[in-house]
């Protein structure tokens, strides 16, 4: 937010869980939020552009995402994510972040995700590149990489 900021865009909002967040760099352009990404919803003005970097992986529900992103986002308006990430499936099961589960997307997880944007009226921006190579990422014993995804609201 504040490379966004500092390149001219105002306006800017960030949520997290942690409470550490409202004692961010205090800004004229940047809210800060201590809430669930999932359950927010903008009062006003749909946002042009939503990124949630390492975010969608906790508690993992496309389903919910769509609906806000469909709710916050105004049309042409664009959702940006990375997420934990490795091409074959990671078993997570039991590792909890936060009090919520967590997913190591796999190939299969980032294109079920693609599939189930389309009902909610997004495409994704550019070809989808699923391949890796390194696993840099070492956390709670997994042994991963990012992936990023852009999807424009096009409906």
């Known amino acids: 937010l504040l490379c966004l900021d500092k390149i001219g865009y105002t306006n800017l909002t960030g949520i997290d869980l942690n409470l550490l967040i ?4 205090k800004n004229n352009h940047i809210t800060y939020l201590c809430e669930d990404f999932m359950s927010y919803r903008p009062i006003g003005e749909k946002h042009t552009v939503i990124t949630a970097i390492s975010v969608i992986e906790h508690n993992y529900s496309p389903k919910q995402l769509f609906q806000m ?25 039991g590792v909890r972040f936060f009090d919520m589960d967590w997913l190591i997307f796999s190939h299969v997880d980032i294109q079920n995700l693609i599939d189930i944007s389309y009902e909610y009226g997004f495409e994704p921006v550019g070809d989808c590149d699923f391949s890796a ?9 997994k042994y991963y990489t990012f992936g990023w995804l852009a999807l424009q609201k096009v409906r």
């Open 22 to 25: 409202i004692t961010a760099s």
């Open 133 to 141: 190579v390194d696993r840099p990422i070492c956390c709670a014993g």
């Open 69 to 93: 992103l469909s709710e916050s986002l105004r049309p042409g308006g664009y959702f940006i994510a990375s997420m934990d990430y490795w091409p074959e499936k990671i078993n997570t099961e």
